[in-house]
């Protein structure tokens, strides 16, 4: 039977450093992970990387290659990213700690992925963007950013602490939901509730519907029933 370790994916963007990747496949060996997962790598399997990797040397073999970010989270039904950057912009952000039972109810019936950026400048905004939640490690202000490999050892062990008998039914992939944000966009545009030529209010409106849709994850029946809704909404303001 498969454990709900199994549906999360430890998704590295960019990383460069062979030695970094192979640490964070023994890290995720440790507290019982397996699906790694590295966005657009530079070569990897080198001697360093395996020598890191120790037991986490099979998790290194098989690690699924993703050519580019969108390819990498397209299956997924909860998109998390990790950051040390705070600010109302980037969407909410909570410690660790807290977001550890949200991942763990989520992923009993669906494939999460938590992100981690690359080692000099993390995720860039375009991929916070995708994010429905975003997940801080507390650490101290004089020395705030952590290895790359330590950030996926701490988030590993937090969530190998705790089991929870609640689950969240199946969601829908993010490939599935994406047409739902322009449909929505458009049938406010019809209701003028963004007012012509505001692109910044648009933007900011439509970022944070996707965090909050993203976070709280769609059935197949709730994505059915708001893309009926922008149907019906579209069917009255025509009559008129």
Request: proline content about 4%; some cysteine; glycine content about 6%.
């Given at each position: 039977?498969?454990s709900?370790k199994?549906?999360i994916?430890?998704?590295?963007?960019?990383?460069k450093?062979p030695?970094?990747?192979g640490?964070?496949a023994r890290a995720?060996?440790?507290?019982?992970?397996?699906?790694?997962e590295?966005?657009?790598?530079g070569y990897f399997?080198?001697?360093e990387a395996?020598?890191m990797?120790?037991q986490g040397?099979?998790?290194?073999?098989n690690a699924?290659?993703?050519k580019?970010?969108?390819?990498?989270?397209e299956?997924?039904r909860?998109v998390?990213?990790?950051?040390?950057?705070m600010?109302?912009r980037r969407?909410?952000?909570?410690?660790?700690?807290?977001?550890?039972?949200r991942i763990?109810t989520?992923?009993?019936k669906n494939?999460v992925?938590?992100?981690?950026?690359?080692?000099?400048?993390?995720l860039?905004?375009?991929?916070?963007?995708?994010c429905?939640?975003?997940?801080?490690i507390?650490?101290?202000?004089?020395?705030p950013?952590?290895?790359?490999?330590?950030?996926?050892m701490?988030?590993a062990?937090?969530?190998?602490?705790?089991?929870?008998?609640?689950?969240?039914?199946?969601?829908m992939?993010?490939?599935?939901?994406?047409?739902?944000?322009?449909r929505?966009e458009?049938?406010?545009k019809?209701l003028?509730?963004i007012p012509?030529?505001?692109?910044?209010?648009?933007?900011?409106?439509?970022?944070n519907?996707?965090?909050?849709?993203?976070?709280?994850?769609?059935?197949?029946?709730?994505?059915?029933?708001?893309q009926?809704?922008c149907?019906?909404?579209?069917?009255?303001i025509?009559?008129?």
């Amino acid at each position: 039977m498969n454990s709900w370790k199994d549906n999360i994916s430890f998704i590295l963007v960019e990383p460069k450093e062979p030695g970094n990747i192979g640490a964070a496949a023994r890290a995720m060996k440790n507290m019982g992970f397996s699906k790694l997962e590295l966005v657009h790598p530079g070569y990897f399997f080198t001697s360093e990387a395996k020598q890191m990797a120790c037991q986490g040397v099979t998790i290194l073999d098989n690690a699924t290659i993703h050519k580019s970010f969108r390819e990498a989270i397209e299956d997924k039904r909860l998109v998390i990213g990790t950051t040390r950057r705070m600010g109302r912009r980037r969407g909410l952000i909570v410690p660790l700690k807290e977001s550890v039972r949200r991942i763990i109810t989520v992923s009993k019936k669906n494939k999460v992925a938590i992100l981690f950026g690359r080692e000099r400048i993390g995720l860039t905004n375009r991929e916070i963007e995708e994010c429905g939640l975003l997940i801080t490690i507390p650490s101290d202000p004089a020395a705030p950013s952590l290895n790359l490999a330590q950030s996926v050892m701490l988030v590993a062990y937090e969530l190998s602490q705790k089991t929870y008998k609640s689950e969240l039914p199946a969601l829908m992939k993010q490939k599935e939901v994406e047409p739902l944000y322009a449909r929505i966009e458009s049938t406010l545009k019809l209701l003028e509730f963004i007012p012509r030529g505001d692109a910044d209010l648009e933007k900011k409106i439509m970022k944070n519907l996707k965090h909050l849709v993203g976070r709280a994850g769609l059935t197949d029946w709730e994505l059915k029933m708001l893309q009926g809704l922008c149907t019906q909404v579209e069917r009255k303001i025509k009559e008129k």
